[in-house]
């Protein structure tokens, strides 16, 4: 319970948003959808695909006008259920199979931010930023039927997103991060490594 209680507070996977010379931390708190690609389909902006959901906080430092170091952590669920038609077994005659998992994730980031001066303005309202980086993820088999492969993996992890700012010291955000595991994490014979999509909203304090 306080380990789930924890990471109710902490999760916005790579959604940092920028700061300026004065407010140069950011502490950001928000919550999104968690989507599935890999030997089981993709399920990335598929609007039939069951909501997973998951909770984050990420910190982040500025650097210089264009960039910021990001830490970010999540913990939520991501899944995967057979689309109608899609048949009971494959080709080969392997079962079609459903995956449930819980996913614990850890991402350290460089971002770029457009509001720097050159591109956009750095009190700009709208602040769009793209960011790369790489991350540690650890899953469990929350149904219980051996459908994904538990333990820990590694990630590249990239992805673009946009801050309004309220005023200098409060914004919000829309975020996409993509994250591609360094191996597959459902038990099929395909061997596909799976990857990621997490769409994030989010509040973020400057100080």
Known sequence: MK???????IAITVCCFGQTSENRNNISDGAGKESYNGDLGN??????????????VSYSRYFNRSFDGTVSFSYGDIGRCAEDGFGAVRADGSPILNMYARM???????????????IFKEDSKVSPYIFIGGGTEYMVDIWTHNRVDPGMYYSVNGGVGARYNITSRWNLSCNFGLGYLNKQM???VEKVNAAYLQSTFAIGYNF
């Open 104 to 118: 614990t994730t850890i991402i350290l980031a460089l971002k770029y931010r457009f509001a720097n001066g050159y």
């Open 186 to 188: 459902d038990w099929r």
């Open 43 to 56: 399920s990335w902006f598929n609007t039939g695909e069951e909501f997973y959901g998951f909770w984050g």
């Open 3 to 9: 380990f789930k209680l924890l990471f109710v507070f």
